[in-house]
């Protein structure tokens, strides 16, 4: 059933999988945490608007944040309980800064919210309304990046999709989520794939898998077989780093290569990750929103190494206690895995939709601080580089600080794969240039709107008080003239009653009126 | 709460190191090196110690002027590269002086004035190697017989002959078989005269063709181990071989075979190890097939129509000029870039 | 002599002809070098740099009357870009004008202020809101954080507030480098 994939891509790296690990136990839930600090924003879009108080009852899967916009997602109560609070808490970010979250204190009922008994077959739903139960459930992307699935599943008018890609190469080391999930749930992964492939109107559906997870490829086969559906194939695609980047799946699947500046849909593909198939199937059928994901716990960090199906909003610390705790080695808590993942100074932090992994790396399992030595250009990077970029060129712009030329060398094509970081053997931060340049370019690109429209608000208020001026002295001139046609007639006025009055009576009664006239 | 250090991805425990990817070119170097000094004589020897130690302590000179941490860069094994490179294309029998000017053009003029390592535009070796070629001409053609034809210099001459200003004996020096070529040729001898002189070999010249295939074989194993570009000796090769092929086959009398000019003076040492140091070479994959193949055809021009009997250094050189332009002029189509 | 002066004459002639024709066919369409030089410019229309607001200091710049080194909210990169856009060397910033400082915005305490609209009157960009008597408050989103509401204000009820980094504009920082190896 499954078939080899043909078009590799340029680059990338064979890692070692350290993956067996954490796939020795099934996957079983987390503990429900006395506390859960659900994020706000935990997509790519604008942050969700509180729709509950402090001090609410709210119930499982009660919408607790609405969409601000359309790019933004839902956000829903993963438990019963109150709200204790609305707050700025740390959350899983690079930067480890504080944003909004609601702070649930739950009951422990675990009480749902009111769901229809009746829950009519996703096939007979048009795609608008499918659409319509993911954008309501909050899904978004749960490989990593979190962008709202209801926008990525609405690619517009003008772009018809002919192929919907499964994303379940799982290329990272450590992490094992995916491959549980697809192992564990493979029917549902397949259903949800067909679900979004009724949205999107897709011909074929090509789910991507790596070839060392054979368990997985396996159990969806046979879901497939089940299913009796012939436009989905499962392909199996080499275990090489990064396959699991959306735009290297593509191309590995169906030879395409997205434009750089594009989106998949401009070449009629989708891309979505295996557990976002997986969500999206439970929110068309079950009503379900998403509050609880798979969580890889792994690394020499860690006493037992598992999967567990986590409540959003539940601590780190919670859900490494029930991976048995920490080991004397613990040094790093990375979020994701350790090419891409960012490590957080502490485990006071939520999971959220996009946290797939969470890997307590031992002492050797990670470089300690880099000590960089200067760039030889052997060009390791190069051969390295997926997305065909020369990293060290784009490295000493970035150094430098030159962001056109930076941009010359196709900076927003990077990835931040982190491949032209690991081979680097004068161990330059790479892709932290990289990452830089473009928060840097970002920055200057939002001063400039901001310079643009202070411009504007500057030149309408010179404008206006220039109006105001000319307004202030029409109106002085206004009143100059009146007041000039005002004496004008008074003195016509009286030069015909003088001239009346000396007709009558004489010179006297004239010189009187004159020096009035003066006035 | 359980705090953790902090780092930027990729977390990934390092694959390699500059002084790995150093200490690889001097293992890499071993073999050619160890034939060199079996044919020539205990002087090959005794100049990589010299010229080593003198790189090391002008190095060390240097940081410790710039204020540089010392240590460090003297462990980055990039200086014993230089300075292994540069005794190898030196004479072995020159006197130490001239080892010293070369490897104080090298590591001062060339490396760090630049500012060190990485910094550096031309190739640190060969800029020392063209400034004694440049000063002392005569030094640079005392070429020892290879020990097919005389038995070499032992250690106690060796010594004297470098740090004791002594002239190597007449019977102990030959012409290098591109010298031999080329002054033969310059007198309207043919190829074939040329051939069956005593300082020719089946291939390139007596002893020197060997020591070009302990080259090879080094220069391959780092292409294996990928310390280097294969694109760049390959290339190199192609430019070399490509044109002497087209010259020999329209007069074999009057110019030498493609495999003598791959296997004599320093094309091989060149086309591994000199070309493919890659802070002065492009870094584009096509860059780099293209640096390589100019660095060829220079070398197999300069020896055909130049003023020296060999080109390598000058060849490498001018293509080192020739890198930043070519690495502009050579970047790859990115992912998803329209064509 | 003739001929040489005559093909000299036509090659001249050529190459003029060639040079006019190139200079009408590729003419580059050009914004006024005084807009050009304006949208570099930070639009605070703070008045650091002596002129009243930031198009006045681009006029002065184009007439050749300012440095390039008079816009302290600009900082380094403003002077990047006029440098490079008028091609002349970077300097440092005229420490007289001022020094570079992190974002900030206005914000007025609420139960100091009176309501005498003089800060209204001063803000250039109408980021202030209220009428006589009325409490006054800054649209955050528009300050540009010139600071020439702070001085008219009678009762020192206006301070500046560093802008919160969020999510949104936080920056990755640059990499620290142990730069006594790099270079």
Excluded at chain 1, 193 to 203: S, T
Excluded at chain 2, 178 to 187: I, N, Q
Excluded at chain 2, 231 to 253: E, H, K, N, Q, Y
Aim: aromatic share 6%; charged share 20%; net charge neutral.
């Amino acid at each position: 059933m499954s078939v080899p994939a043909v078009h590799p891509f340029h680059g990338g790296l064979v890692l070692e999988g350290h993956k067996r690990i954490s796939t020795r136990h099934p996957v079983v839930p987390a503990r429900l945490p006395e506390r859960l600090v659900v994020p706000l924003q935990q997509h790519i879009g604008a942050p969700a608007e509180p729709v509950v108080q402090v001090g609410e009852r709210v119930l499982k899967g009660q919408p607790i944040a609405r969409p601000r916009g359309y790019v933004s997602a839902a956000v829903h109560a993963p438990s019963s309980g109150t709200v204790a609070a609305i707050e700025a808490r740390p959350v899983p970010h690079p930067s480890g800064l504080a944003a909004p979250c609601i702070v649930i204190e739950t009951d422990g009922e675990e009480r749902w919210r009111w769901r229809e008994d009746q829950r009519p077959d996703w096939r007979t739903l048009g795609p608008e309304a499918l659409r319509e139960r993911v954008r309501e459930a909050g899904i978004v992307g749960m490989g990593g990046a979190g962008f709202p699935t209801h926008v990525k599943l609405n690619p517009g008018a003008g772009r018809a999709i002919h192929t919907l890609v499964i994303n379940g190469a799982e290329c990272e080391p450590y992490i094992t989520c995916d491959d549980m999930l697809m192992r564990e749930h493979a029917p549902a992964v397949v259903a949800g794939a067909q679900v979004m492939q009724r949205i999107l109107g897709a011909r074929r559906i090509l789910i991507g898998i790596e070839s060392d997870k054979p368990e997985a490829r396996e159990a969806l086969s046979e879901a497939v077989r089940a299913a009796g559906a012939d436009d989905i194939r499962v392909v199996s695609v080499p275990a090489r780093y990064p396959s699991g980047g959306e735009r290297q799946l593509i191309h590995l699947l169906t030879g395409l290569e997205v434009p750089s500046e594009g989106l998949p849909a401009d070449i009629g593909v989708v891309c979505q990750n295996a557990a976002t198939a997986a969500a999206v199937l439970r929110a068309v059928t079950e009503l379900e929103p998403l509050i609880s994901r798979i969580v890889t716990v792994t690394g020499a960090g860690v006493a037992e190494p598992r999967n567990l199906e986590v409540l959003v909003g539940t601590p780190f610390a919670d859900v490494i206690d029930q991976a048995g705790g920490y080991t004397d080695e613990a040094v790093r808590l990375i979020v994701g895995g350790p090419m891409m993942g960012f490590a957080v100074a502490h485990d006071e932090v939520p999971v959220t939709k996009t946290v797939n992994c969470l890997l307590v790396a031992g002492r050797g399992e990670v470089e300690p601080a880099r000590d960089p030595l200067p760039c030889i250009r052997c060009g390791a990077c190069v051969e390295a580089c997926p997305a065909r970029l020369l990293p060290q060129q784009l490295y000493w712009y970035a150094r430098a600080k030159d962001f056109d030329r930076v941009q010359d060398y196709r900076l927003f094509d990077c990835i931040e794969c982190g491949c032209c970081a690991a081979v680097c053997p004068s161990r330059i931060p790479l892709v932290d240039y990289y990452r830089y340049a473009k928060s840097e370019i970002w920055a200057l690109e939002r001063e400039r709107e901001k310079a643009a429209r202070a411009r504007r608000r500057h030149e309408a208020r010179l404008a206006r008080l220039e109006r105001e001026r000319a307004e202030r002295e029409a109106r002085q001139r206004a009143r100059r003239e009146r007041a000039t046609d005002a004496a004008a007639r008074k003195a016509a006025v009286a030069e015909a009653l003088a001239r009346a009055g000396a007709r009558r009576s004489g010179s006297a009664e004239a010189r009187r009126h004159e020096g009035s006239e003066g006035g | 709460m359980r705090r953790f250090e902090t780092a930027t991805s990729p977390h990934l425990p390092p694959r390699d190191s500059v002084p790995a990817l150093m200490r690889r070119v001097l293992y890499a170097l071993a073999p050619g090196a160890a034939l060199q000094a079996w044919h020539f004589g205990w002087g090959v020897v005794v100049q990589l110690l010299l010229a080593a130690a003198l790189a090391l302590a002008a190095e060390a000179a240097v940081l410790v002027l710039r204020r540089r941490p010392a240590r460090r860069a003297l462990a980055d094994g990039s200086v014993l590269v230089t300075a292994a490179l540069l005794a190898l294309a030196l004479p072995p029998y020159a006197p130490w002086w001239l080892t010293t000017v070369a490897v104080l053009s090298a590591v001062v003029l060339a490396k760090h004035l630049y500012g060190g390592l990485g910094y550096n535009p031309f190739n640190p070796a060969m800029v020392g190697y063209v400034v004694a070629l440049i000063a002392f001409p005569r030094e640079l053609t005392q070429w020892p017989a290879p020990h097919a034809l005389a038995a070499p210099p032992g250690l106690d001459m060796a010594l004297g002959l470098i740090f004791g200003g002594a002239q190597l004996p007449d019977a102990l020096t030959a012409a290098t078989p591109l010298d031999h070529v080329r002054t033969g040729l310059a007198m309207n001898r043919t190829l074939t005269e040329l051939g069956a002189e005593p300082v020719m070999g089946r291939f390139g010249g007596k002893g020197w063709e060997w020591v070009a295939g302990g080259y090879l074989a080094g220069g391959l194993w780092l292409a294996w181990r990928r310390a280097i570009d294969w694109r760049i000796p390959s290339a190199f090769a192609a430019g070399l071989a490509l044109p002497a092929m087209v010259a020999w086959g329209l007069d074999p009398d009057g110019h030498p075979s493609p495999l003598f000019h791959l296997l004599s003076g320093g094309a091989m040492l060149g086309a591994f190890f000199i070309a493919t140091d890659p802070v002065t070479a492009a870094t584009t994959p096509r860059g780099r097939l293209l640096y390589g193949a100019g660095a060829g055809l220079l070398t197999f021009l300069i020896r055909t129509f130049g003023g020296y009997p060999d080109g390598v250094a000058f060849a490498v050189l001018l293509m080192n000029m020739a890198a930043p332009t070519l690495d502009q002029l050579t970047r790859p189509r990115a992912f998803g870039e329209g064509r | 002599m003739i001929a040489a002066v005559v093909a000299l004459g036509a090659v001249a002639a050529v190459s003029g002809a060639l040079l006019g024709y190139a200079a009408v066919r590729f003419r580059v369409e050009s914004d006024p070098i005084v807009d050009q030089i304006e949208s570099l410019l930070p639009q605070t229309q703070c008045g650091q740099c002596g002129f009243a607001g930031c198009r006045p200091y681009a006029e002065a710049i184009a007439r050749g009357e300012a440095d390039i080194n008079r816009c302290p909210p600009g900082g380094e990169h403003t002077i990047r870009a006029l440098a490079d856009l008028l091609g002349r060397d970077p300097k440092p910033l005229d420490p007289e004008r001022g020094a570079e400082k992190p974002p900030s915005v206005a914000v007025i305490d609420e139960r100091l202020c009176i309501g005498c609209t003089k800060c209204i009157q001063a803000c250039p960009v109408d980021a202030i809101v209220g009428a006589a008597k009325q409490m006054h408050t800054i649209i955050a989103a528009e300050c540009t954080g010139c600071e020439l509401c702070i001085p008219p204000c009678p009762v020192d009820c206006i301070h500046m507030e560093p802008v919160p980094v969020d999510l949104d504009n936080w920056r990755w920082p640059y990499p620290e480098a142990r730069t006594e190896n790099l270079a």
